[in-house]
Structures are given as structure tokens and as C-alpha cells.
């Protein structure tokens, strides 16, 4: 295996360079929690697992063939090459970045009524400063995300998939298909998030009102004592009762991004 990684090295490179780029934009992975070496090493081994597969004869790879040296000396076009690689991974695991980014958004809707937005403080999963209620809908989507095993749907079916029907030529020749691509994806992350957050934020509304009403008409009465702590009991037995829907519906939305993203594959590189 060693001899054939260094007789194949441009290859093997390319391969390395858009499996590293994805482990560092991907989510949980690209928390600085995470060790540089543990994030080089899960690179190093998804490129010596999909490596044999790639060839300079046939595939995606075909067109690189008259870049590459045969001598093995790195030329200006093969660093741009290298660039491109790292800009298709950067583009997957930016798009993974957006379907969690809808969880955390919801949370962010909703803690305002609830009280909790001066309550920011660092998510290491999201690496922003993000409400308690954010960070908590984060975690859950983790947790699903991890016991559905999507990230080995990502890296042994999105990757291996992207290395069949993707090149750097096709990406730059597709520039709007990616426009189209990442705006599809910023729509689906606030349709997605007012979905999870709208019977929070209705029922939260109705509360406002509701006290509202009672401090015109009973003006000696401390609501605002007395209304947050209703507004966030309420919202937390809201999301108690909804947590099995909530898990539907977390996993819908990572099924959805991956159809997204298979489509993605279909539009530029034709086959799969």
C-alpha cells in the first residue's frame, strides 16, 4: 500500500487535500476540541481507503492527466488543482455546517421570549457565541446525527460519491449550479428552522399577550417578576412534549441535506 501511495503521489494528494478540507469544515470535527493529529489522521485514512480507487485512466480523474508530471514534480496548474480539491470539500462540509446551523437558529429564535438571550456563550459545535436553548437543540442533533451513523453515510457513500463525479472542472464550469446549491441550502436552514421554532415562539407570544392584557387591567400586579419564569416553564415543557418530534424531524432534515447533496453530485458530474 505504501509503495503505491508514493508511486501515485500527485493522486494520492488530491485525494488528501478534499478529504482534509471536509474533516475541517465538517461539524464536531472542526471544533478546535479536536486534535490537529486526530483530524490529519481521519484524513489520511478516508484518502488510503478511496486512493486505489482513483486513476489519472478513467473517471473524474481522467482530465488531470495532462497536469500531472510525470516526472512527479509539482507545477503551478497542479497547485491549482490541489486548490480546487480543497474547495470541493470546503463546499460539502459547508453544507453539512447549514443543516445544523437550522437547529441552532431555532434556539435562537425563541430565547429572546424566553428570556435567555443575554444568556450567549461559546458553542464549541457551532464555534459562535450561541443562546443555551441553540447549544441544547445543537447537542440533540449531534447525538441523532451520531446514532444514525451519518457521518459514515457521509464519508463512505457523499465522499466516495463526490470522488466518482466531481473534478475541479466541473466545479469551474458549474458556478452558478453552486450559487443555486448554497442558496437552496440558506432556504432550507430558516424554513427548517421556523419549523422547529414557530410552536415555541407562538405559544410564548400568547403568553406576552396574555400578560400584557392582565398588567392594563391590574396595573398593581408584578408580571415582570412573575412572567419570566411562566414564559420559560412553558417553553421547556413544550420542547419535553415535542422531543419525539423533534427527533423525526431532525432526522427528515439530515435525509433531506443528503438528497440535496446526492442531487448536487447528479447536476455537476452527470452520473453517479
Known sequence: MLNDIVAGAPVFLLVAARCIALIMTLPLF??????????????????????????????????????????GNFSLEYVFLLLGEALIGIVMGFFIQ???AAFSTAGQFFA?????????????LSQVENPLMGQFLNFVAMLIFLQNRWFATLF?????????????????????????????????LFRDAL??????????????????????????MNLLSEGFPILILTAFYIIVTLV??????FV??????????????????GSV
Open 195 to 220: 419549523v422547529i421554532a414557530l410552536p415555541i415562539m407562538a405559544t410564548l407570544f400568547l403568553i406576552n399577550v396574555t400578560m400584557g392584557i392582565l398588567s392594563k387591567a391590574a396595573p398593581q
Open 98 to 100: 447549514i443543516i445544523f
Open 252 to 269: 427528515s432534515c439530515f435525509a433531506e441535506g443528503f438528497r440535496e447533496l446526492e442531487k448536487f453530485f447528479l447536476k455537476l458530474g
Open 156 to 188: 463512505a457513500g457523499a465522499l466516495e460519491t463526490s470522488f466518482k463525479s466531481l473534478n475541479v472542472f466541473s466545479i469551474i464550469e458549474s458556478g452558478n449550479t453552486i450559487a443555486l446549491f448554497m442558496t437552496r441550502g440558506l432556504t432550507l
Open 244 to 249: 419525539p418530534q423533534l427527533c423525526e424531524f
Open 112 to 124: 429572546f421570549q424566553m428570556g435567555f438571550s443575554a444568556s450567549e456563550v461559546y458553542d464549541a
Open 30 to 71: 472542526s471544533s478546535k476540541t479536536v486534535p490537529k493529529m486526530a483530524k490529519i489522521a481521519l484524513a489520511g485514512g478516508l484518502a488510503c481507503f478511496i486512493f486505489p480507487r482513483m486513476s489519472l485512466a478513467s473517471g473524474a480523474y481522467s482530465s488531470y492527466s495532462t497536469y500531472i508530471s510525470s516526472s
